[in-house]
């Protein structure tokens, strides 16, 4: 079983709605939780990071985390088009190697 | 802004080449990282390394060596190309840290196709 599950997708929504994306996990030693975006053809991008429990939000974009359930979210929004793309899910202990999800393509279609 | 570059973009190689990956980075970040990518597989660490000349495996090192000379640039080496090791590889790099995650800056990938 792998350590971080994601979706893969592909998620497609009518512009102006909510995104909703997740990811869960089976280490309870995780405690940094990164959200990475990727465009077609583009290496990945951070896009937020959350240290423990709790939400983030930076403009249009909210990420929570649930420690109890292992269970992390992100949520976008009043997406755009230009909000198309794969989005993946990271996580690590204190020192410990990042694990990624193996991502969830999202289509913002107009 | 953080730069990683990585230096080529689209590479077709025929079984049996050796094949040199190059990344840059030029925040003088004192880790540096490749991946691959493939589909449904997501991200999968082949080599890192923390400081110049020192590497450690990462979880799918077979098949690959990697050179790290200067701070700045860390080399992927495929000895011998198979076709199992098409893929999109990426190059990454970090701050050190004490505790704390590690956050990665990506390059824009190196997509190799070995025939």
């Known amino acids: 079983q792998k350590e971080v599950e994601q979706d893969p997708g592909p998620l497609s929504v009518p512009e102006g709605a909510i995104v909703s994306l997740n990811c869960t996990y089976s280490?309870?030693?995780?405690?940094?939780f990164m959200w990475y975006r990727q465009y077609s053809r583009k290496g990945p991008e951070l896009l937020m990071y959350t240290y423990s429990s709790g939400n983030k939000e930076d403009g249009r974009f909210t990420a929570q985390v649930d420690k109890s359930s292992k269970y992390i979210s992100l949520f976008i929004r009043d997406s755009q088009p230009s909000d198309s793309a794969t989005y993946l899910c990271a996580m690590s202990s204190s020192w410990g190697k990042l694990q990624f999800g193996a991502g969830t393509q999202v289509v913002v279609t107009p | 802004d953080v730069k990683v570059t990585q230096s080529s973009r689209y590479l077709v190689k025929r079984t049996g080449e050796k094949v040199f990956l190059e990344c840059v980075q030029d925040?003088?970040?004192?880790?540096m990282f490749w991946y691959r990518q493939d589909p449904g597989l997501g991200l999968r660490l082949i080599y890192f390394s923390y400081d110049v000349k020192m590497k450690e495996k990462g979880d799918i090192p077979e098949g690959y060596s990697v050179s790290r000379e200067k701070k700045e640039r860390f080399s992927l080496i495929l000895e011998s190309a198979s076709t199992n090791q098409t893929s999109m590889y990426l190059c990454?790099?970090?701050?050190?840290?004490?505790?704390?995650?590690?956050?990665?800056?990506f390059g824009a990938g190196s997509r190799l196709t070995v025939l």
């Open positions: 280490n309870s030693a995780f405690q940094y």
């Open positions: 990454a790099s970090s701050i050190d840290r004490v505790g704390g995650a590690n956050v990665l800056t």
């Open positions: 925040m003088d970040h004192e880790n």
